[in-house]
Every structure is written in C-alpha cells, then in structure tokens.
C-alpha cells in the first residue's frame, strides 16, 4: 500500500463515511419527542408549502426532502435564496407556512439572516442540524438533530446521510407512512453494506476525464447533485448533475465516448424512463455507468436489492462516497485537504 493509498484509507472522509450507520441508529431516540411535536404541529394548522433554507450538501438534503414532501405529502417546496433577507434586507411572507433551515453547524450568517426573517414573518421554523447548541438551533422553533456526531472531515458525508435521513424520518411520520418508517429503520446496515460495494470499474474513466455528467431523476437526482459537489470538492473533477428527463433537452449535445455519464438508477417508477434512457446514450456512443442490483459486470456499479426507494437513494451516495476515496487515490489527492476548502464556510 502507498503512502498515500493508506492515508486515503484512513483519512478521515473515509472514518466518517464508515460511521453514517451509527449516526442513523441514534436518531431513533433522539428525533422522537421533537418529530413527534412538530406532526402535532403541522396537523393543528396544516401549511400550504414548504420553504428550505441551506447551502452546499445541505442544499443538497434539501432538494431530497423537496422530493419526500413533495411526493409523499402532497406540499410544493421551494428553496428560498438567503440572499433575500441577508444582502436586500426583504422578508418572505411566509405566516403559517413551514421553514426549514438546514445547515451543519447551524452558524452560517445568511441563513440565521433568513430563518430570523422567516420566524418574523409568521412560519414554523425548524433547524435540521448536526449543532444543538448553536444560533439557528438557539433561534427556531423545533430543533430535529441529526446526531452525526463530529464531522472533521471537509468533505461531508456522514452529516449529508443522516440529514437526508432524518428528512425521511420527518415525511413518514408526518405522513404516517409505517413502510418508510421501517426501510428507515433497517437503514444502518444497508448503509455498512453499501460502503463495501464494488464501483471500481468507474474509477479509471472518471480519473482520465476532467468533467462528467451525473444523472439521476426522482429519488436519486439529489443523490446525483450531491456526488457532483463530492467530485469537485475531494477529486478536482468538474462534475454536473441533470435529471434524466432534463439531459435530453439540450446537454445531450455533450454525449462523446470519452465523455463519462453516471447514471444513479431510482428503485421506483422513475426506473424504467432512465433504463430506456440509458439504452438511447449507449446508441449515441456514450461512456456510460449506471447502477443496478447483482454483481457489478462491464459498466454496471453494484447497487443492493431495492428494499424502499428513498432508502435506496440514501445508499447510493454511501457507495458513491466509499469510491470516491478511491478515486482520490488513484489522482493523487489528499481528499482531507481538498484545495480552497475549509470546513465551515460563511457568506453574506
């Protein structure tokens, strides 16, 4: 093993990765009291849309819980520019509505800026953050922790898991869906068997091409956001992410043999619109990866057996994480010193 190979192994991306089981497990407990508050809330007096709040890999959460709530609860989402309140110094109208800020550490100047106007103007506003004890926490009204424990590592990971988790965990209880609630529940092992997965077949293409297209739909296109923040920030690899359904309507165009695509499968209804898509880009030429359940052949990335298709997307990035690693290796890249980077990042 090289000297850089066996810092990547035990780099600290590479130890958080592996304790996103622990940190899903602890939610069980801790989330109860404050989920169960904010259900009897938004039944008392039921909002009419949802605005998040969030930058970087939160941002990323977020766009999963628009999903979820989208889907499952049947409320638009939208996510609110910080800008708004922070730079211009306006006010969203917002009364009765729901707000949720979502941010790691929960100190990030303008999003206290916008959670602070959004409490003003009237909304229900909650803190989804790894930080109990930190302004956003100390300044909403229902704080869901995301028990992630110390995240030292730039690159986030853990704390994108078990946000997107803990969004999970809301919409099921707020939906009372039983069959979410359980998936989640058998999350933490699926996600230590997801880290072990086989990706190693993306590697070299991804290390010899400078940008990339990632492309999920539904459930997964998120997840597919997410990996491309991951790749520039831990690989230095320009990486952009499109919906399956948004690809064809102009960035197609990009589609070469030597310009890689990375298909994120959804194991929902979305499924069989991205086989047929993928089917139309391998005739087009392209250098296609995609992800499917069995042993990984040719271009196929291992994905586990579909169990529920939101705690299937969760395990996509958990595998995508662990290959991520590998692939940092393989550049020659420190993935706990990615460059320009530090861990907390404060704008205005």
């Known amino acids: 093993?090289?000297?850089?190979?066996?810092?990547?192994?035990?780099?600290?991306?590479?130890?958080?990765?592996?304790?996103?089981?622990?940190?899903?497990?602890?939610?069980?407990?801790?989330?109860?009291?404050?989920?169960?508050?904010?259900?009897?809330?938004?039944?008392?007096?039921?909002?009419?849309?949802?605005?998040?709040?969030?930058?970087?890999?939160?941002?990323?959460?977020?766009?999963?819980?628009?999903?979820?709530?989208?889907?499952?609860?049947?409320?638009?989402?939208?996510?609110?520019?910080?800008?708004?309140?922070?730079?211009?110094?306006?006010?969203?109208?917002?009364?009765?509505?729901?707000?949720?800020?979502?941010?790691?550490?929960?100190?990030?100047?303008?999003?206290?800026?916008?959670?602070?106007?959004?409490?003003?103007?009237?909304?229900?506003?909650?803190?989804?953050?790894?930080?109990?004890?930190?302004?956003?926490?100390?300044?909403?009204?229902?704080?869901?922790?995301?028990?992630?424990?110390?995240?030292?590592?730039?690159?986030?990971?853990?704390?994108?898991?078990?946000?997107?988790?803990?969004?999970?965990?809301?919409?099921?209880?707020?939906?009372?869906?039983?069959?979410?609630?359980?998936?989640?529940?058998?999350l933490p092992d699926r996600l230590a068997e997801a880290a072990t997965l086989d990706w190693s077949a993306v590697v070299p293409a991804l290390a010899e091409a400078p940008s990339l297209v990632i492309i999920g739909r539904g459930s997964t296109l998120a997840i597919a956001r997410e990996a491309a923040l991951k790749l520039k920030e831990t690989c230095h690899r320009h990486a952009e992410a499109f919906s399956g359904a948004e690809f064809m309507h102009g960035p197609v165009s990009l589609v070469s043999g030597r310009y890689p695509i990375l298909m994120l499968t959804p194991t929902d209804a979305a499924a069989p619109g991205m086989r047929q898509l993928a089917g139309e880009l391998r005739a087009l030429g392209s250098n296609l990866f995609f992800t499917e359940q069995g042993a990984p052949t040719g271009k196929k990335l291992q994905a586990l057996t579909p169990d529920q298709p939101e705690a299937d997307a969760i395990c996509l990035i958990q595998s995508f994480y662990a290959m991520a690693v590998e692939l940092a290796h393989t550049l020659k890249v420190d993935v706990d010193r990615p460059r320009h980077l530090s861990k907390v990042t404060n704008t205005l």
Not at 1 to 19: G, P
Not at 31 to 48: F, G, N, V
Not at 73 to 100: E, T
Not at 107 to 133: K, P, W
């Open 1 to 186: 093993m090289t000297v850089l190979e066996f810092s990547n192994a035990k780099s600290k991306m590479a130890e958080e990765l592996r304790e996103a089981p622990s940190a899903v497990r602890r939610q069980t407990d801790a989330l109860a009291r404050p989920l169960a508050e904010l259900s009897e809330r938004l039944k008392r007096r039921p909002p009419y849309v949802v605005v998040t709040c969030a930058r970087g890999s939160s941002a990323h959460a977020g766009a999963f819980g628009k999903h979820l709530i989208e889907r499952y609860i049947g409320l638009p989402v939208a996510p609110a520019a910080p800008s708004i309140a922070s730079i211009y110094a306006s006010d969203l109208h917002l009364k009765d509505q729901l707000f949720l800020a979502i941010s790691q550490s929960g100190r990030s100047e303008d999003l206290l800026a916008m959670t602070h106007s959004a409490r003003r103007s009237g909304a229900l506003t909650v803190a989804v953050t790894n930080a109990e004890a930190s302004p956003l926490a100390d300044m909403c009204d229902i704080v869901l922790p995301i028990c992630a424990g110390p995240e030292l590592s730039v690159a986030a990971t853990k704390t994108f898991i078990a946000t997107a988790t803990a969004l999970a965990r809301m919409t099921a209880v707020w939906s009372g869906n039983d069959y979410m609630a359980r998936a989640i529940d058998r």
